[in-house]
C-alpha cells in the first residue's frame, strides 16, 4: 500500500510564474490536508479537503492561493503569481479516520 | 483554541546522554490525539508515535520513550543515550478527535555532538 505522493519533490519558480503541487493520498484515504512549513519554523495548517469540498480552508491566504481535490486524480495546490515569500516545504497530508499520514513534501524555491 | 508549544528551540548533548524535549498543549477537546515527528535534515517527516488523550500510560520504544500526563497537558519525549542519528528536529502536534487539522509546535532542534 503506497503511501501518501506528492509531486514534484523539488519546484523553482520565477517570481510571477504559478506553482501547481500534486498530492496523491493514500489508497482509501479521501481526506486531504495541506500544510506550509517556512524556513526553520513548524507546519502549518493550510486547507483541508474531502472529494469535490473544500471543508476548512481556515490557513489559506486569501489571495493567490487555492486548492482542489476532483473526484478523480490528486489534489491539486496552486499558487498564481508566486513572490519569494512563498519557497517553503509544502506537506500533503491524508486520512481516513483518525489519524493523519504525511507525504514527503515539496520544496518550493522562489527565484 | 488548539496549540502546542515546545519551549526548547535548540538542545545540544554529548552523545550517549539522555535527552528530553518537552511539549506542552493546550485544547478544549476532551477526545484528541498527541504526536510526535521527527524531521530529520532530509526534510521529510517521520511519524514517531500517536497518543490518544484516553490513555495516559507511558510508552517505550527502545531507546524512546514519552510521558503523557494530562493534568499537566505535557506530553515529554525522552531520547535514552542519545546517537548522532537522532540529530533532527521533532514536532510534537495535537488533533481533534474527528482527525481533522494538526496543530505543531514550532519544533526542536536537536544536536547530538559524538
Known amino acids: 500500500n503506497a503511501g501518501v505522493m506528492q509531486n514534484p519533490r523539488h519546484l523553482v519558480r520565477r517570481r510571477g510564474q504559478e506553482a501547481r503541487l500534486r498530492c496523491s493520498p493514500m489508497k482509501g484515504h479521501s481526506h486531504v490536508y495541506w500544510y506550509r512549513q517556512l524556513p526553520e519554523e513548524g507546519l502549518k495548517f493550510m486547507v483541508y479537503?474531502?472529494?469535490?469540498?473544500?471543508?476548512?480552508e481556515s490557513g489559506m491566504p486569501k489571495e493567490r492561493f487555492s486548492a482542489e481535490f476532483p473526484k478523480e486524480g490528486p489534489s491539486i495546490l496552486r499558487i498564481q503569481q508566486v513572490v519569494r515569500g512563498d519557497s517553503a516545504a509544502y506537506f500533503c497530508?491524508?486520512?481516513?479516520?483518525?489519524?493523519?499520514?504525511f507525504g514527503p513534501g515539496t520544496r518550493l524555491t522562489v527565484t | 483554541a488548539q496549540k502546542v508549544t515546545q519551549a526548547q528551540t535548540e538542545i545540544s548533548v554529548v552523545e550517549k546522554e539522555d535527552v528530553t524535549l518537552d511539549c506542552v498543549y493546550e485544547?478544549?477537546?476532551?477526545?484528541?490525539?498527541l504526536f510526535w515527528y521527527k524531521q530529520p535534515p532530509s526534510g521529510e517527516l517521520v511519524f514517531l508515535i500517536r497518543r490518544n488523550s484516553f490513555d495516559e500510560q507511558n510508552e517505550i520504544s527502545g531507546r524512546y520513550s514519552w510521558n503523557f500526563q494530562k493534568s499537566t497537558s505535557s506530553f515529554n519525549f525522552t531520547i535514552t543515550a542519545s546517537q548522532v542519528v537522532d540529530s533532527a528536529v521533532y514536532f510534537c502536534?495535537?488533533?481533534?478527535?474527528?482527525?481533522?487539522?494538526?496543530?505543531f509546535g514550532a519544533g526542536t532542534r536537536l544536536f547530538v555532538k559524538a
Open positions: 485544547t478544549r477537546d476532551t477526545t484528541y490525539y
Open positions: 502536534a495535537l488533533s481533534a478527535a474527528g482527525g481533522f487539522k494538526t496543530i
Open positions: 497530508a491524508s486520512s481516513q479516520n483518525a489519524g493523519q499520514y
Open positions: 479537503l474531502q472529494k469535490e469540498n473544500i471543508i476548512d
